[in-house]
């Protein structure tokens, strides 16, 4: 049964993507989101083209993961997830939003086969398959959200050390000359 | 709303000759008053424009350099994007002015993606830009036809050339095409993409649509409710010639709604963004060369600035100094 | 920051659609993450600017002077008498959106506010109010507002979300250039005392002790022995660089950045053994021991300020001429504004290099020439020895930094030099190097920790080119010729892309530079093992 919505998955693939694509993109202001949708040089739009790229590629894992029953597969998928939160990291984005987008895959595949989904059991069967894989892929999203934001903070105490460190080789050297010379040598 | 408005202006400014010539036959005050006035300001309010600004000292030697720098001998410089001579800077700017070079940069484009969807709107800014442009002053030099006695030879030709594609009669004219569809383009534009409609003011419209309207009332004029040149002409000489009168079959009111319009945008013009067109000379940026490590540029209000001196430095740290082992002026 | 949104709204659907107001009506939100700390009041005051005091700008109250819109518009008329620039810019403006999608900020932000039609817009709605006729009579109609509390809230924070890098002015039809803009809103945010920390700090420290980190004349030259260490360790041989030394040939001055923070030390380490390996005849000085000017990201008068230390030094040390270190706006400045502001240099004589006799005509009014300029013509007239091959654990792309490229047009000779000492190197897509180079997000002053968020955002067009090479050719060393470059890129990439270093070229150069009477080398400068360590001598 799990056969049929795979295939109906694969068959729907780019109405899926587009309409998930549109839903993450409409996140952004309108005025926004058309550059994101219509600049395809990459070098142009590195966030519309993360976007685009990464839904492809994570609707292919997830497919491949729903196929084999293997399930989400959070590992294989991280670097593409990686790619779009990266990026909504560091912009106007709570955390809820920021990774938020996942779910909205939900949606796509329901309007996307929005007549299949009515007509078939087993269809809606494997859907609740499928929703607890997006669900998974939103848990993973939000870890990769939170390495992001701890980044950003390493990187601050990061740089700070880096303008400090001379500094602080310096103040060993002032500690020679100073009192504490003494108890260096000592300690040697 | 910020396009609603000019757009009302603009259906006002065309009723109010409608009205002025056919009900209150104020045909002196259109024809006649309102075009030495409007020419009057334009003249006036652009020469006022291009002083204020050229009265404006220019500080600083600020080129943006779009390639190699003039260096050792072995390095080619890039002499137009880049210049270091007049020649390279007037090179620079007939680019600017006659074929837009900046706005040409746009086109560039490499490893795109998807379909021919990837040409950007912006090679079609470029085009439509340009298209506008040159239109406009082709079809301007064409109605030197009405302020010369004997049609210039140049005017001729250049009619010829217009109406190369001898369709219809009078025969139709492919500035008149390309410019109408250009101006559309340009305001079509500002509806459809949302960074341009977000950043578009009334000012960006009104100029747009007063445009249509001359273009559109030249074509009627011309095209459909034929209007007599000859009253046209008679008018127009007499307005060049400073002895003006209005012909006893003068033209008919469409041609002064056309005259009103552009009356409108002349007078306007000073006033409002249109007076790009005389500041892209003198932007500073692009009409300067890149060489101020050659040459000493002067900035004429130089004034003295407070400093923190050696001296003071000195005396903040001579004791410092002197203990790593740094020469000192006073011991 | 934004509201907190239940769950039920996440999951049912994300049709967050932002307000459709127009710009002029969507009040600014001072975003933590953003901005810059506001400057202090011991910082504003040691260089005697106004309303010197202690604020926050996540506050409310900004302790605004009395009567601040009458200073605002005064500023405004003096400067549009004074810059052509300025006020040719206020007026000619014709939104074509052209500008639009080419800022950084606007790339990685999608914040409309960050396209630089706006970002000008934001001032020319003002302009438009007080200073021309259908602005004073139309108002709003004719694009033009009032000066009043929340305008002045968004001029500070977007024009310290503009890092002056003159891309947008590149594609302009009329080369109005945002820089000039901000620049100046950033002079009237001074006259109010709204400037940040990060720049008014070092603007201070430069101003009282030579240099942006403030170092102390024995700091410096015993960092300086920090590093001369490191290379005797390295290479076996004793640099002896002098310091304030009267009667020397060439004054070097380069931004402090190098003299302290990695990785610009490995990069002022291949300075002082490129020197040493050359034997010129050169000294450094610790009056005038900054190259950078963070004066110019307040005010032309505090960048004139300090600038005038250089050419004042070069007189009293009565040097020959100068050689100016790898920096990107200190060279912009330099090549700019050095010479109109404290100029004429007649004491000082045409830059000729000493080893290849080669005379600089292109500076002979500024007599300072680029040490880049300086090693591509050693490289060329075969005076160095080189082995390229130590850099062969690299694959190197270049970045142009904004000021090099757009303000002198500084292409090929960092090229030169870097493809004649490294063996792999490799572009990065062509509508992001040259002209066209993305900012590295963090310059003009805005390369503080608290406003990351800001920089990673507007780091990102530039990281992605990177990316793109490091996925194609395996690309780990990003090289540029810039001190804020070398700070900024380097958090820039690990988050971005982590794997790519950053490096200056003189850093490429002193690892490839075969010196006379040097030991095998068994590890980069920076102490990594080299590819070929331990197998038989290069020399």
Known sequence: ?188 | MRALLPFITVIVLVLLAIVGVEAANLQFLFGVVIPYAAAAIFLAGVIYKVVSWGRVPVPFRIPTTCGQQKTLPWIKQSRIENPTTSAGVITRMLLEVFLFRSLFRNLKTELREGPQLSYGSDKWLWLAGLSFHWTFLLILIRHLRFFTQNVPIPVQMLEHLDSFLQIGLPLLYITDVIFLAAVTFLLIRRFTIPQVKYISLAADYFPLFLILGIGVSGVLMRYFIKTDVVGVKELTMSLVSFSPAIPKDGPGTIFYVHLFLISALFAYFPFSKLVHMGGVFLSPTRNLANNSRMVRHVNPWNYPVKVHTYEEYENDFREKMKTAGIPVEKE | MAKEMKPNEIIGSIDYNPPKTDWMSTPVQIKPGMFCWGAKAKSINTVGFPNARDWNPGEEDWKLPENWQGTVLEGIADRLKKYRSFRLFMDICVRCGACADKCHFYIGSGDPKNMPVLRAELMRSVYRRYFTTPGKMLGKLAGARDLDINVLKEWWYYFFQCTECRRCSVFCPYGIDTAEITIMGRELMNLLGLNIEWTMGPVAACYMKGNHLGLEPHTITSNIEFMLDDIETITGIKVNPSFNRKGAEILFVTPSGDLFADPGTYTCMGYLMLFHELGLDYTWSTYASEGGNFGFFTSNEMAKRLNSKIYAEAKRLGVKYIIGGECGHMWRVLNQYMDTWNGPADFLEVPKSPITGTVFENTKSTKMVHIVEFTADLIKNGKLKLDPSRNDHLKVTFHDSCNTARGMGFFEEPRFVAKAVCNNFYEMPEDTIREKTFCCGSGSGLNAGEDMDLRMRGGLPRANAVKFVRDKYGVNMLANICAIDRAALTTSMNYWVPGVGVTGVHELVANALVMKGEKPRTTDLRGEPLPNAGGESDV
């Not at chain 1, 109906?8 to 409409?26: A, G, T, Y």
């Not at chain 1, 058309?34 to 997830?62: C, M, S, W, Y």
């Not at chain 1, 912009?91 to 938020?100: I, K, L, M, W």
């Not at chain 1, 310096?170 to 000592?186: H, T």
């Open chain 1, 1 to 188: 049964m799990n056969v049929s919505l795979k295939d109906l998955l694969s068959e729907k693939k780019p109405d899926i993507l587009n309409i998930w694509f549109d839903e993450i993109i409409d996140t952004y202001p309108a005025d926004t989101s058309l550059f994101l949708k219509k600049q395809k040089n990459r070098f142009h739009n590195p966030v519309g083209h993360a976007i685009l790229h990464g839904t492809g590629e994570i609707f292919d894992k997830l497919l491949e993961g729903y196929a084999s029953g293997r399930g989400t597969g959070a590992e294989e998928i991280a670097p593409f997830l990686d790619n779009i939160i990266r990026v909504r990291a560091v912009q106007d984005f709570t955390a809820s939003r920021a990774v938020g987008f996942v779910f909205a895959l939900k949606k796509a595949v329901r309007s996307a086969l929005e007549s299949s989904v009515r007509e078939s059991g087993d269809i809606r069967a494997g859907l609740e398959k499928f929703d607890s894989m997006v669900d998974g892929l939103a848990l993973a999203a939000f870890d990769i959200y939170m390495q992001c934001r701890e980044k950003i903070y390493a990187l601050r105490a990061e740089e700070i050390e880096k303008r400090t460190f001379r500094l602080l080789q310096q103040a060993n050297l002032i500690c020679e000359v100073d009192e504490e010379k003494k108890d260096l040598d000592r300690g040697e």
